[in-house]
T-cell receptor, first 112, second 115 residues
Framework: NAGVTQTPKFRVLKTGQSMTLLCAQDMNHEYMYWYRQDPGMGLRLIHYSVGEGTTAKGEVPDGYNVSRLKKQNFLLGLESAAPSQTSVYFCASRGTAQETQYFGPGTRLLVL | EDKVVQSPLSLVVHEGDTVTLNCSYE??????LLWYKQEKKAPTFLFML????IEKKSGRLSSILDKKELFSILNITATQTGDSAIYLC???????????????FGQGTILTVHP
């Protein structure tokens, strides 16, 4: 039981490049979330999903897109990376009857 | 707008000291408050608090919620170097059956415990 996994662990992009971050969970959780963590700002919600095929915007969605084609996977895309998107990205999931979210190990992204 | 504020933002202590971390919140549709510990990587769950005045304990860590005054504290007694981490407070908000269990996080408290 791996829990929540994220790939890649670290990536460097040039401004304007695109990339996709992958989150996978093996706990059969309905809800999945993408956060970014910046110094002094805690974790901020980017997008979330309440089930396969559904997504919604969180607190800071601009510049990101997401897809949830399979229940266990939640993808975060950056179409045209900007230096302001340099951050650590965390994926999380939870079950329907739970309040606690379980986090992946994070992806460190540097945009030059 | 939902808001969660933690204090202090950073704290440096020596092994054996006792620390108290604070979390205050202003949110609509409060459901519960969660504490997480974050070392190098993913935040790991510590406590969930839903009822006022009931202390949750795990070893040297304890936490309590005051729903009237809208705050929670996390206490760590006899601190050890392994307690060095960022401690995150998050409030779960909801809107009944359609809730998606959104977490609003505080900024975190960086705790450093010196030998």
């Amino acid at each position: 039981n791996a829990g929540v996994t994220q790939t890649p662990k670290f990536r460097v992009l040039k401004t304007g490049q695109s990339m996709t971050l992958l989150c996978a969970q093996d706990m059969n959780h309905e809800y999945m979330y993408w956060y970014r963590q910046d110094p002094g700002m805690g974790l901020r919600l980017i997008h979330y999903s309440v089930g396969e095929g559904t997504t919604a915007k969180g607190e800071v969605p601009d510049g990101y897109n997401v897809s949830r084609l399979k229940k266990q996977n939640f993808l975060l895309g950056l179409e045209s990376a900007a230096p302001s998107q340099t951050s650590v990205y965390f994926c999380a999931s939870r079950g329907t009857a739970q309040e606690t979210q379980y986090f992946g190990p994070g992806t460190r992204l540097l945009v030059l | 707008e939902d808001k969660v504020v933690q204090s202090p933002l950073s704290l440096v202590v020596h092994e054996g000291d006792t620390v108290t971390l604070n979390c205050s919140y202003e949110v609509t549709n409060f459901r519960s408050l969660l504490w997480y510990k974050q070392e190098k990587k993913a935040p790991t769950f510590l406590f969930m608090l839903t009822s006022s005045g009931i202390e949750k304990k795990s070893g040297r860590l304890s936490s309590i919620l005051d729903k009237k005054e809208l705050f929670s504290i996390l206490n760590i007694t006899a601190t050890q170097t392994g307690d060095s981490a960022i401690y995150l407070c998050a409030v779960v908000v909801g809107a009944g059956g359609t809730s998606y269990g959104k977490l609003t996080f505080g900024q975190g408290t960086i705790l450093t415990v010196h030998p």
